[in-house]
């Protein structure tokens, strides 16, 4: 029998300084909320498809509120850690040992 997942509020760790360094960049009036437009402008400079970046908003909202709270958005940047580490984008997979993910600071040079 599979262990019962824990409430995403228990799966990622509060007090990480780069996360709540990039939470600040999508929410800086701390309204709490993250919409799914600002979301979606910060994590596509994480370079991953459309497709997984889809996949990753789904996870991270999953009763589909159309934002996410600072855990969801949490949860967001721990599974673009897991496909930039090349690890399968699941909630099972938040846990794992990787590296924080990356995000393009800058616009490419061209």
């Known amino acids: 029998m599979a262990a019962p997942l824990l409430p995403l ?3 990622i760790p509060t007090g990480n300084q ?3 360094s990039y939470y600040k960049q ?6 709490g909320r993250v919409g799914a437009s600002e ?12 497709i997984i970046l889809g996949k990753i908003w789904d996870l991270a ?6 934002f996410l709270d600072k855990q969801g ?6 599974l673009v850690a897991c496909a930039q580490s090349g690890h399968e984008v699941t909630l099972s997979n ?8 990356k995000f393009q600071t800058h616009p490419p040079v061209i």
């Open 9 to 11: 509020s228990q799966q």
């Open 18 to 20: 780069l996360y709540e």
């Open 26 to 31: 999508v929410d800086p009036a701390y309204t």
């Open 39 to 50: 979301a979606a402008l910060f994590l596509k400079k994480s370079g991953l498809s459309d």
């Open 61 to 66: 909202d999953p009763e589909g509120k159309g």
């Open 73 to 78: 958005f949490y949860v967001a940047l721990r």
């Open 94 to 101: 938040l846990n794992l040992n990787m590296p924080p993910p």
